[in-house]
């Protein structure tokens, strides 16, 4: 049995505009799921579907076998979703908004003020812990409202966004929580438009797009069936640099050959390991001297573009 | 936790809301407390009846009709702000959350409108101030009644905050000025036409207010009728307020937005 398995399913908020389109999305017991595309993808509305907050228009989504249609009150008690915007009372403090979602999530009442204490000191709100809601920064608040997950921590947890806001620091201690608790058992769902969060957290990732799932796999499979997504950068002593290019970009596995000055170049190939011992043995045969070589991977913005042919950040502003 | 506990939690939580925000907590009482100590004093010397009788006990209604009002001020800042999301998605049903505002909405207005009659009770000692007692059941269900009236009107001006505001104003003065708050029945009957005399005299205001003039502070014997029709006016309040209250959450549950 998956944790989350939805089928066909869709959401249309007009005649026109639709949020999701037919999706066929599976989450596995257990697993980091992270949701990745740009903003307007469909992302939100899903997990909003999945927390039983949204009504999907057609379609089926279950979450630990329980239809979220039919019974949204017991899925509800399965799971917590962190917002895209920081949801809090806003004359409350930070540790009463805790205190208020651990006693309506059932936490027992002999753990809530260790855990609450903990988190506020781990998440660097213990400052900020007499201060009202309303005059929490955007950092702060965004904390806050991860927080409220890890105090409940459910079964399956919700996360939009989750470090949007929070500086580098902070992204790491969430990202270390979130993977506490999918230690401690929990199903995880995040969905976000940083490749770094998605590489760090994932187990698979799902790439969405206008509403559709484009493909979804771990970021290594993801990454491996990019053709030419591995990336050569070179620098060669040659003093006939036009030959060496073309040279080059005969050699078989070569997708595209780029001068980035002088005696530089880029070579996007399908695989390194294959490439590199042809290209050295070419620059041998043509007298030219390898000075350095760098091979990198692919990242996810890559694979998104690989994917849509767009841009993950090109309307992320 | 059970549902029932949770609709609980929320309903403490919002009624704590109420009373964290100060600044409007001093702006009603000082208004209240001005109306009852200068200008019904001053009243009572210009008019020939008795105004501090018929005007005391108004402001306890009207101080029970504001605090009630106060929860649509509530709801509508928590759909401005998208706490609404947060709190649909915490393991209730639909219903429960607007359950628990109503109550939160009836126990707050019926805290402050029972400080103001203690109040009252020292300016214009009670004859029966165990019918008070008596009426606290019945005010409360006509706050929640109430409530359920700034919930419709939240829900209906959805975001835009200036628009709530002025339906509130509106309701504000249609039901304050139709109600015997302000002056008696008989006084009433010589200016408005029976239609408006008979709206008067069925509003849960007025009905609230005679109550308290009669039992407690002229310490007439409770007639059941009375409370009878208190407790079914504003009843059919709180179900109509609960039920648009509820069709704006089930319109976020569908739409994403009201």
Known sequence: ?317 | MSEIRVVLALARNDFSYFFRTKWLMAILLSLNLSDMLVVAFVYNGIMKIDYLIIFIPGIIIMGLFAASLDTGRRIWLALREGVIQYELSLPVQTHGVVVAYLLAGGAAALVYASSLMVIALIVLPASAIWSAFMLLPFLFILAMGLAGIAATLAAIASTHGEFFFAFQNIVQMALLTLSTVYYPLEEIQKFLPPLLVTVVAANPLSLATEALRQYTFNGAPIELSLLANIFLTSSLFAIVGGFAYLGALRQIRVKGKL
């Open chain 1, 1 to 317: 049995m998956y944790a989350v398995e939805t089928n066909d399913l869709t959401k249309r908020y007009s005649k026109k505009a639709y949020a999701l389109k037919n999706l066929d999305f599976t989450i596995d017991e257990n697993e980091v799921m992270v949701l990745l595309g740009p903003n307007g993808s469909g992302k939100t509305t899903l997990l909003l579907i999945l927390a039983t907050v949204l009504k999907p228009t057609s379609g089926h989504a279950e979450v630990m076998g329980l239809d979220v249609s039919a019974h949204p009150t017991h899925v509800r008690r399965l799971l917590g979703i962190s917002f895209q915007e920081a949801r809090g009372f806003w004359r409350h403090k930070p540790a009463d908004i805790l205190r208020f979602h651990a006693n309506v999530c059932g936490v027992p009442k002999e753990k809530r003020d260790t855990l609450i204490d903990n988190l506020l000191k781990d998440l660097e709100l213990w400052d900020a812990r007499n201060k009202l809601f309303m005059h929490l920064s955007g950092g702060q608040a965004k904390r806050l409202e991860v927080a409220k997950v890890f105090v409940h921590r459910p079964k399956f947890a919700i996360f939009d966004e989750p470090t949007s806001q929070v500086d580098l620091r902070g992204k790491r201690k969430i990202w270390a929580q979130i993977l506490r608790l999918r230690e401690e058992g929990s199903t995880i769902l995040v969905a976000t438009n940083e490749v770094r969060e998605a590489e760090f957290l994932a187990d698979r990732v799902t790439v969405l797009d206008e509403g559709k799932k484009v493909v979804c796999d771990s970021v290594r499979h993801l990454k491996d069936s990019i053709t030419g997504g591995d990336v050569v950068e070179l620098e060669i002593d040659t003093p006939d640099v036009q030959t060496i290019e073309q040279v080059l970009s005969r050699i078989e596995g070569t997708v595209k050959i780029s001068n980035s000055g002088e005696n530089r170049f880029k070579a996007h190939v399908s695989m390194a390991e294959s490439w590199v011992p042809k290209m050295t043995d070419v620059c041998y045969r043509n007298k030219a001297n390898i000075v350095s070589i760098r091979v990198t991977e692919p990242s996810l913005d890559d694979v998104f573009l690989h994917f849509t042919g767009r841009a993950l950040r090109e309307d992320t502003g």
